[in-house]
């Protein structure tokens, strides 16, 4: 991770300050390649649960009785 190193910063007074904010990282060819994997899987993967979502909520409005 490359975090700030400037005197007085907060991420040299505390590393735990970058918690939450982006923070660089430098990969290999490899992990670069698995990490381009894995992101088109969690695409995948959210773009199902909206599906699931959207047929679930189409399930429910079907079940609702008429008088309400």
């Known amino acids: 991770m490359k975090l700030c190193v400037k005197p007085g910063a907060a991420t040299v007074r505390d590393p735990e300050a970058s918690r939450g904010k982006l923070v660089h990282r430098t990969v290999t060819p490899e992990q670069a390649a ?32 008429d008088d309400h």
């Open 34 to 65: 698995l990490l381009q994997r894995a992101i088109a899987n969690y695409r995948k993967a959210k773009k199902l649960m909206k599906a699931w979502e959207r047929e679930t909520e189409r399930l429910v409005e079907n079940e609702v009785p």
